[in-house]
């Protein structure tokens, strides 16, 4: 069974500092994502990667960069936290053939103090 | 973009009621995922469809590729049941899924 998994569950965080969402899967996925979910507007898309040290801008970008240094490993970076970053971040992945569901993390609720 | 409506918002049955949830697109798809969150937990996927039907124990998914609709049907209906199920579509050009909003679906005993 493929297993996704994020870091931490529950993560608070002060304003202005750099923080750190490590996702890491176990199954050689090509493709991982980085979603954040919100009350009312569901899920949206951060960035994605489809190889080691790719990286694709998704729907809402700003404020946020990735890290591919592994295939396994997918790391979000608040580079400098604001209080509309608190939200739940959901991490996800995909196999590079054939269409196939994602396989998601349990997610990190994240505060911005 | 793919604008991924789904309805209704939120939904309250009581146990061994039939549930619809209904999903519409509006641009052409490769696949379309129905996916369920519990509260506090993570996503886990239900259905994965590009046409006609699947069946899976209590939940039923079909989908129209003609009219860019998609139902999620569960028979039965009990209180495990409560999550949130969302919509989810993959278009031709896209590795990315765009997701509905979500269907908050409570089953009362």
């Known amino acids: 069974d493929v297993k996704v998994t994020q870091s931490s569950r529950y993560l608070v965080k002060r304003t202005g500092e750099k923080v750190f969402l490590e996702c890491v899967q176990d199954?050689?996925?090509?493709?991982m994502f980085w979603y954040r979910q919100d009350p009312g507007l569901g899920l949206r898309l951060i960035y994605f990667?489809?190889?080691?040290?790719?990286?694709e801008k998704g729907d809402i970008p700003e404020g946020y960069s990735v890290s591919r240094e592994k295939k396994e490993r997918f790391s979000l970076i608040l580079e400098s936290a604001s209080t509309n970053q608190t939200s739940m971040y959901l991490c996800?992945?995909?196999?590079?053939?054939?269409?196939?569901?994602?396989?998601f993390g349990d997610g990190t609720r994240l505060s911005i103090l | 973009k793919n604008e991924v409506e789904q309805s209704p918002q939120n939904l309250t049955a009581q146990e061994g009621e039939f549930i619809t949830i209904n999903c519409s697109y509006s641009?052409?798809?490769?696949?379309l995922h129905w996916l369920q969150q519990h509260p506090g937990g993570g996503i886990v996927s239900l259905f994965m469809?590009?046409?006609g039907k699947k069946k899976h124990g209590r939940l039923i998914a079909t989908i129209n590729i003609q009219e860019k609709h998609s139902s999620l049907h569960i028979t039965a209906s009990h209180p495990r049941d409560s999550a949130v199920y969302i919509c989810?579509?993959?278009?031709?050009?896209?590795?990315?899924?765009?997701f509905g909003k979500g269907t908050s679906l409570l089953v009362t005993p």
């Open positions: 641009v052409g798809i490769s696949a």
């Open positions: 199954m050689d996925h090509e493709n």
């Open positions: 990667s489809y190889d080691v040290k790719m990286k």
């Open positions: 469809l590009s046409s």
């Open positions: 996800a992945s995909l196999p590079g053939q054939g269409n196939q569901p994602q396989h």
């Open positions: 989810a579509v993959l278009s031709n050009s896209g590795y990315a899924l765009n």
